[in-house]
């Protein structure tokens, strides 16, 4: 029976009762569960609920908007040929509505009616429609020097936006004290947000006709994708769905980069202003789970300058492609693991894009020198 696991304890708890962290704020991940194969897919399906069969609970009315299911595009790039996966074609506009679906769909199920979450960017976007679109109430943390452009998405799907004073992390522990209150329904703290971003490996094994890239390249913060990849391509290889891992690569700005740090053998650094500022994330709350995922997958990570990912977000826009900086530095990634030999060039190599670069408009005037 699938429960709730302390990885670094190995102390579990039943799904029964609703949870977001172990013992002491210990964050959580669920033990092992069996995975499934291509007759289990629910091909009528066109969301990630069409992979229910691998998910450790069914509730009766999932809380979904078409998530998922998003295009895989061969295209040519500066330093070679890459599977550039667009999750950006999502409701709220990034790859969070996966695990928004699925960690809300749970807890409606489990009678949760209002949730709490601290984030300025997609995470709060995502939670606040997923919550609107299932008849929950939202509230919001967020720094108080946030910009009001970047509230309201959340704003507009209802939910209560609270300003923090003082830092991110400040932010973070108020709504971990607020939690007492409101159930904490964060996505970088809750479990089963990674139910649902294990759903990519599912959709890319799919997509690919039930083979697993060579390779894969994540933009990462907080290590969402990278560990929900890991647990979906892990469930493949148990159910004898795959042969083999593929490598994960986490792609971090080197101003704020300790995932990446802590992968490549580096000491930590203090953290600087980004232009990739959706992956600043400089306390991640899984940095052992994150890095024993890249590494037992048999990848790495890499470190990208301003400049890398600034030159990155024009190139991928020059051909159409227009994803915020936090993402195109997985396109940068790929280029500087290519030189280095680290990948291949024969090899199947997806580069995963998370954001629209819709909500990025500043930076990118900002990059081409034009007033708004």
């Known amino acids: 029976m699938t429960q709730y696991l302390d990885p670094r304890t190995g102390t579990t708890w039943p799904l029964e009762t609703p949870r977001w962290c172990g013992e002491g704020r210990a964050p959580l991940l669920l033990t092992d569960l069996p995975g499934i194969g291509r007759d289990d897919i629910a091909t009528g399906v066109r969301s990630i609920w069409r992979y229910a069969a691998a998910f450790p609970f069914l509730p009766r009315a999932p809380i979904t908007m078409g998530e998922g299911c998003t295009p895989l595009v061969e295209t040519a790039l500066p330093a070679g040929t890459a599977l550039l996966k667009c999750e950006w074609f999502m409701p709220t506009g990034s790859f969070k509505d996966r695990g928004a679906s699925v960690m809300l769909s749970l807890l409606r199920e489990q009678g949760i009616t209002a949730v709490l979450e601290d984030s300025s960017g997609n995470g709060g976007a995502a939670v606040s429609a997923y919550a609107a679109a299932g008849g929950m109430a939202a509230t919001i943390f967020v720094p108080a020097s946030t910009s009001p452009a970047k509230t309201v998405q959340s704003r507009a799907a209802g939910a209560s936006i609270t300003l923090v004073p003082g830092t991110r992390q400040d932010c973070a522990e108020a709504a971990e004290r607020e939690a007492e209150r409101i159930f904490y329904a964060s996505h970088n703290w809750h479990p089963f947000f990674l139910q649902g971003t294990k759903t990519l490996a599912y959709e890319l094994w799919e997509d690919l006709g039930f083979v697993a890239p060579d390779n894969i390249i994540i933009p990462c913060g907080a290590g969402s994708n990278v560990l929900g990849l890991y647990i979906g391509f892990s469930e493949l290889l148990r159910a004898g769905q795959i042969e083999r891992l593929p490598r994960l690569f986490a792609a971090q700005p080197a101003h704020c980069g300790p995932i990446a740090r802590a992968a490549l053998g580096l000491p930590a650094e203090d953290a600087k202003p980004t232009i990739a500022e959706g992956t600043a994330i400089a306390q991640p709350l899984r940095l052992p789970e994150c890095v024993a995922a890249l590494h037992q997958s048999g990848g790495g990570a890499v470190l990208l300058e ?30 500087r693991l290519l030189s280095a030999g680290q990948i291949a060039p024969g090899e199947s190599t997806v580069v995963v894009l998370t954001g629209t670069g819709l909500k990025a408009t500043p930076r990118y005037a900002e990059m081409l020198g034009v007033e708004i």
Not at 306 to 333: D, F, N
Request: net charge negative; proline share 3%.
């Open 306 to 335: 301003e400049a890398e990912i600034a030159e990155a977000s024009l190139m991928l826009a020059r051909r159409g492609i227009y994803v915020e900086p936090t993402c195109a530095q997985a396109a940068a990634g790929f280029a």
